[in-house]
């Protein structure tokens, strides 16, 4: 079973920065997508942003500009860059890989992978 690592959470005031990281326990390269999802009290498991193995990105609206994905494969290791964070990116941050080649019990692809989740708290 893979098993996705984070590390990075934290406290951080308003306007701080923090970076989290994801390190899967098999190649990198195996997982067609991975990405950082949030998860808040009373809220759904929202996607924050996506990076595929040809290094295509996309974010959620609300943090678009403030925050950056990126991978290291020779690190296999995926980050989130967190910039000028605000009160409402307070949450779980949870790793995602998406696995093409093996498939959910109802037969759908892709499986998903998820790490143990990270909190983030911005408090002033």
């Known amino acids: 079973q893979v098993q996705l690592v984070e590390s990075g959470g934290g406290l951080v005031q308003p306007g701080g920065s923090l970076r989290l990281s994801c390190t899967p326990s098999?190649?990198?390269?195996?997982?067609?997508?991975m990405g950082w999802y949030r998860e808040t009290p009373g809220k759904y498991r929202e996607v924050v942003a996506a990076?595929?193995?040809?290094?295509?990105?996309k974010y959620l609206d609300h943090v678009q500009g403030r925050f950056t994905i990126s991978r290291d494969d020779a690190k296999n290791t995926m980050y989130l860059q967190m910039n000028r964070l605000q009160l409402d990116d307070t949450g779980v941050y949870f790793c995602?890989?998406?696995?093409?080649?093996?498939?959910?019990?109802?037969?759908?692809?892709?499986?998903?992978?998820w790490g143990q989740g990270t909190q983030v708290t911005v408090s002033s």
């Open positions: 098999e190649n990198i390269l195996h997982f067609y997508s």
């Open positions: 990076i595929t193995n040809g290094n295509s990105t």
């Open positions: 995602n890989a998406k696995d093409i080649t093996r498939t959910n019990p109802d037969n759908t692809r892709p499986y998903n992978y």
